[in-house]
């Protein structure tokens, strides 16, 4: 076989590499826009990065807006800051929403058009996307180490995954510090994000030696330190293992595939306004179960390498993933609070899109529509084992 393998050019990681972002950023430029939240601005981290920038002559612009899962319409309205300002670089510093929406400008600003037009390739970015530097916030998406961004249609409702070399981002900053203040709610989210991103990665029809190694790897530290760094935020080795796993993680997928979990997340996230990382989390035990029978072999190489005295290392890998999660406090979506009624009017629409992503296709197992809609409902009403 033969295999590609996209990267960001440059990888900072580690306790401290946020101060690395002044030198990257007069390297690429001297006006950055700054995409982050109003959460990053009052935990006092945007004031930092931009202390940074100006202690090294760069100048910068802030973009505050992103308040949800990224939309079309964040990316139009930091494009025109870039455009109004004549910035010539991007920082994305928060969650994955924060660097999913930066990757979106970082592409439009130098390729023009619209977001949605890139989604399935129908419009390639022929050419190089803005300098850009990702600094992750959160434990989970990976998306400072892949070419993929997930943007929100608002016009449509639909969650459009969207994936070229050029929405890879040009320097990844990855600092443990950064992620002690998320909460243990978006811990856990997270958490199981990146250990999703790294299995899904591992079971894909796509996988190959060079992913195998990061996934399996992603796995082992997840499965070590999420349950520390949920109860004690301030425990800085469990922060540090669980953002080089996401990192892995995210790397691992991007260079194989992301499968079920994803294809059927995006609707929901869509439709429900769910966060990305809680969808993936309430889908994950569903999704495996219904899964485990067609990858007895991958799961297994797992489960050898967490349990090597399990008589059955696949079924020990499945229930200990669902034990993770109930332990994780994760709901089932029912119990997120998504209305019954309304989830049950839109299931032929979420089979539908969850089908055309493509992401069910890389499944081990592939599910026809109706077994789609079944399942949604067998997550819907997902009873943790004890």
């Not at 900072?12 to 690429?28: C, I, L, P, T, W």
């Not at 995954?161 to 320097?171: D, R, V």
């Not at 899109?353 to 079944?374: C, F, H, M």
């Amino acid at each position: 076989m033969t295999a590609s393998v996209h990267l960001p050019k440059t990888i900072h990681y580690g306790r401290d590499s946020f101060q690395k972002v002044g030198s990257e950023a007069k390297a690429a430029g001297s006006k950055a826009l700054l995409i982050s939240d109003e959460i990053m601005a009052e935990l006092g981290f945007v004031d930092t990065c931009e202390q940074h920038l100006a202690d090294v002559g760069v100048e910068s612009v802030r973009y505050l807006g992103v308040a949800s899962e990224p939309t079309d319409v964040y990316v139009e309205e930091a494009l025109a800051l870039v455009e109004r300002n004549d910035c010539d670089h991007i920082i994305a510093l928060g969650g994955g929403s924060c660097i999913d929406t930066a990757k979106g400008v970082a592409v439009l600003a130098t390729n023009g058009g619209e977001i949605s037009a890139y989604m399935n390739n129908r419009r390639k970015a022929a050419k190089r996307a803005l300098p850009f530097i990702a600094i992750p916030t959160t434990a989970g998406t990976g998306s400072e180490a892949t070419d993929v961004t997930v943007i929100t249609n608002t016009k449509n409702d639909v969650k459009m995954m969207i994936k070229q070399p050029a929405f890879m981002p040009e320097t990844a900053i990855v600092d443990p510090y950064l992620t002690v203040t998320s909460p243990r709610g978006t811990t856990a989210a997270t958490g199981v994000d990146a250990l999703t991103h790294a299995l899904e990665a591992y079971i894909s029809k796509k996988a190959h030696p060079f992913t195998d190694e990061l996934a399996l790897s992603a796995i082992e530290r997840i499965y070590a330190s999420i349950l520390t760094a949920y109860n004690d935020g301030k425990n800085i080795e469990a922060r540090d293992e669980m953002v080089y796993a996401a990192m892995q993680a995210g790397m691992a997928f991007s260079n194989a595939s992301v499968c079920l979990v994803h294809g059927m997340s995006r609707p929901i996230g869509a439709l429900f306004h769910v966060p990305h990382g809680i969808s993936n989390a309430m889908l994950l035990p569903a999704v495996l179960e219904f899964s485990e029978d067609s990858c007895r072999d991958r799961l297994a190489d797992i489960g050898r390498r967490l349990f090597p005295q399990a008589e059955d290392p696949a079924r020990v890998f499945v229930d200990e993933v669902i034990a993770l999660c109930r332990k994780l406090d994760i709901p089932n979506l029912g119990g997120w609070g998504i209305d019954e009624a309304e989830f049950e009017a839109v299931l032929e629409k979420m089979a539908d899109d969850a089908i055309e992503s493509g992401s069910p296709g890389n499944n081990p197992r592939v599910p026809t529509k109706d077994e789609l809609i079944d399942l949604y409902r067998t997550a819907f009403h997902y009873s943790y084992k004890n």
